[in-house]
């Protein structure tokens, strides 16, 4: 991932602009079929979803391709999600 929309073939989607954007909806990323759909259905970034996303990717889009972050507890999670919605 990276905070500049710019750059590309990174393993993730750019993370700029995360706050209220659609699920998989990052121009010229690939994204799971999971994504997609999670797009179809206009689901957004928002507080909740991303610290949920972030402590179990599968919950939140199921069949997604990330795995959870290791070694953030929970007060790291919710520190890279406000960091995150801010950007």
């Known amino acids: 991932h990276s905070l500049d929309p710019a750059k590309a073939g990174m393993a993730g989607p750019h993370l700029a602009g995360l706050n ?3 699920l998989g909806s990052a121009e010229g ?3 799971s079929p999971a994504f997609k759909v999670a797009k179809a259905q ?4 928002d507080h909740e979803r991303l610290l949920g996303y972030l402590t179990d990717p599968d919950a939140i ?4 391709w990330m795995s959870p972050p290791a070694g953030l507890n929970a007060a790291d999670r919710a520190a890279v999600v406000d960091y995150l919605l801010k950007q």
């Open 29 to 31: 990323f690939d994204y």
């Open 20 to 22: 209220g954007r659609v």
């Open 42 to 45: 206009g689901l957004a970034w």
């Open 61 to 64: 889009v199921p069949g997604g």
